[in-house]
């Protein structure tokens, strides 16, 4: 309920870069240490990024398809967004046993950083947009 709110205050782009700051900081307090306070301060940041992230791209996936598609695109995206946390979970489970704690969450950056490139783009591609008005 808060994270739509917060979307219809300043938007869906501003909160998905603030939920990849959170995961961002996620990984920080991670790296950091294993002890109760940095497992509780990862989750946390990690839960409330995750949920800025997947409403902010669920906003968007719905603004992609026309009112007659919306069916099959939601079901698309619902598929790709729970097949995908299906093998992390798996991988995450299989990296952190034969790699290390340090492995999994330095493994994390990557699609992080993919995700900020993403977002950096559809910035540019909305500010090059004329607004209606």
């Known amino acids: 309920f808060f994270t739509g709110t917060l979307i219809k205050r300043v938007g869906t782009l501003p909160v998905m870069v603030l939920g990849l700051l959170l ?7 991670a790296l950091n240490g294993v002890d109760l306070m940095h497992f509780l301060g990862a989750l946390i940041t990690l839960g409330v990024g995750w949920n800025f992230l997947f409403i902010g791209g669920t906003t968007l996936a719905t603004e992609a398809y026309r009112p007659e598609e919306r069916t099959t695109a ?5 598929f790709s967004v729970y097949a995908t946390m299906t093998l992390t979970a798996f991988g995450s489970g299989a990296l952190v046993t034969t790699s290390g704690w340090n492995w999994l969450n330095l493994a994390s950056l990557p699609p992080l950083l993919l995700t900020g490139g993403a977002l950096l783009w559809l910035m540019a591609r909305q500010r090059g947009v004329p607004q209606p008005g």
């Open 74 to 78: 939601q079901a698309a995206v619902d």
């Open 23 to 29: 995961n961002i900081v996620c990984v920080v307090i």
